[in-house]
């Protein structure tokens, strides 16, 4: 990886990392704690549904992060689950 491609993924890292501070202790707790330890791991298809979810409203994100609501779209309810497993038990 260049430098360049090293910014730009910086850059792009920290636009994220501004997205997930939401209006709520706990969505910032699940998306920033996710971001930091698991969205490397996730495909490219992943990372762009992870960037569809914080389009997400804050109550309804939370409960698909606690798990209280499904998201009917399989790939929103997939990362919304890994999420919640990266979070740990008690999430």
């Known amino acids: 990886m260049n430098k360049t491609e090293t910014q730009a993924e910086n850059t792009e890292l920290s636009r994220l990392r501004w997205q997930c501070r939401r209006g709520m202790l706990e ?3 699940f998306l920033q704690g996710f971001l930091d330890k698991s969205y490397n791991d996730l495909t490219p298809k992943q990372q762009q549904t992870f960037e569809l979810l914080l389009e997400t409203p804050d109550q309804m994100l939370l409960d698909y992060l606690m798990g209280r609501v499904i998201p ?3 790939e ?5 689950k ?3 497993l990266a979070a740990g038990p008690g999430a």
């Open 27 to 29: 969505l910032d707790l």
């Open 72 to 74: 009917y779209d399989k």
């Open 76 to 80: 929103i309810a997939d990362v919304a």
């Open 82 to 84: 890994q999420i919640r």
